[in-house]
């Protein structure tokens, strides 16, 4: 598989020596296709000139284009002829209990992987570095290459979920202290419980779909996903219902600690 990062404008082939090279005509998009059996394209904070390249060198269809470059949309799965199309969430620069997420659409077909992003994501670059140097000690196929992110990004969310974990500890200490003891009034614990359920809402909300796109990719039966990829894929869905999960419990001790 090769790869084109057009933010990092490099050209690399992972069965031969890393070769830069810009690309920044559709026509040197199209002539380095030619050259492998396999690609992984990057559209990272894309230019509105690269955006017209999923029609004019992919032939993606205008509805999945539009669900790149449209706000914000929740995960889901949708089938094409020639490709399948995915959306999930990326945790993006969260502090401490805030966050943000942003979307990652990934193109999978039997050739190529395109991903396209409106924000520059540390995983993407961290795996294009791996795939550069070699890190990984068998070619990827698209869809495993997908795999490999989708597994990257879900793990992305659990130290958020270590935190929030943190801030639920901290809230019921409050609650369950001595009036006398307490360093925030009633009033500050409310608002603090409120908030923190709330961010819990938002996280099951995209979380929750996401999950349901994995079970759905264990099921076997999109032909761009091979069986042996469809069993990583079962690890993922694992993670994630697992992440659900554990919201579902902070919810609960929420609730309970606000009814003390």
Not at 208 to 231: N, Y
Request: with cysteine; aromatic share 10%; charged share 25%.
């Amino acid at each position: 598989m090769s790869l084109m990062k057009f933010n990092m404008v490099t050209w690399q082939r992972l069965d031969a020596a890393v070769v830069p090279k810009a690309v920044r005509t559709e026509a040197e998009l199209r002539e380095l296709l030619t050259k492998v059996p396999e690609a992984w394209i990057d559209f990272s904070e894309p230019a509105t000139e690269e955006i017209a390249w999923l029609k004019s060198v992919f032939e993606f269809h205008q509805l999945s284009i539009d669900d790149c470059t449209d706000d914000l949309h929740y995960p889901k799965l949708e089938k094409f002829p020639h490709y399948l199309f995915v959306i999930l969430h990326a945790l993006d620069a969260p502090q401490g209990h805030d966050f943000r997420t942003t979307e990652v659409n990934f193109f999978i077909s039997a050739k190529t992987l395109v991903t396209f992003h409106k924000r520059t994501l540390l995983t993407m670059t961290t795996v294009a570095q791996h795939l550069a140097s070699k890190a990984f000690a068998l070619p990827l196929r698209p869809d495993a290459l997908f795999q490999l992110l989708a597994g990257r990004l879900a793990d992305e969310y659990f130290p958020l979920l270590d935190t929030l974990d943190e801030e639920i500890d901290a809230i019921e200490d409050s609650v369950f202290r001595a009036p006398e003891r307490r360093s925030q009034s009633a009033t500050a614990i409310t608002s603090r419980f409120l908030t923190t359920k709330k961010r819990l809402s938002n996280l099951k909300r995209m979380l929750a779909p996401q999950r349901e796109v994995f079970s759905r990719l264990t099921h076997g039966e999109f032909p761009e996903i091979s069986a042996e990829t469809t069993m990583y894929l079962r690890d993922v869905y694992d993670r994630l219902f697992r992440i659900t999960e554990l919201l579902d419990s902070f919810r609960d001790v929420l609730s309970s600690t606000l009814e003390a």
